[in-house]
Nanobody, 122 residues
Framework: QVQLVESGGGLVQAGGSLRLSCAAS????????VSWFRQAPGNERQFVAA????????SYADSVKGRFTISRDIVKNTVYLQMNSLKPEDTADYYC???????????????WGQGTQVTVSS
């Protein structure tokens, strides 16, 4: 059974930093497209960042570009999202997702984690 487990969320003041982790079991990230999405209460799930596992190519939503960095640890089979200069509008549940091809649409992903809460206070 494939399982994705996110961790690292919490409460942080505006301007602070957090690092989220997504660890997989039952699946090796190699050759997959791994992304982070977020969803605030009352809003739809939106794309945040993505990485191709094999080559490490990255992409970002305009709202986080220059502040967030997605990366991977091949040995640990884990993807990270380093979030710097956090803003209150970054507050959301953050989800790790895995799919077989490049996409920014949540409907294109096959596996999802349970989510981790990020709250940024002003």
């Amino acid at each position: 059974q494939v399982q994705l487990v996110e961790s690292g969320g919490g409460l942080v003041q505006a301007g602070g930093s957090l690092r989220l982790s997504c660890a997989a079991s039952g699946l090796i990230f190699g050759s997959y497209f791994v992304s982070w999405f977020r969803q605030a209460p009352g809003n739809e799930r939106q794309f945040v960042a993505a990485i191709t596992w094999r080559l490490g190519r990255t992409s970002y939503a305009d709202s986080v570009k220059g502040r967030f960095t997605i990366s991977r640890d091949i040995v640990k089979n884990t993807v990270y999202l380093q979030m710097n200069s956090l803003k209150p509008e970054d507050t959301a549940d953050y989800y790790c997702a895995v799919g077989a091809r490049d996409s920014m649409g949540p409907n294109e992903y096959d596996y999802w984690g349970q989510g981790t809460q990020v709250t940024v206070s002003s």
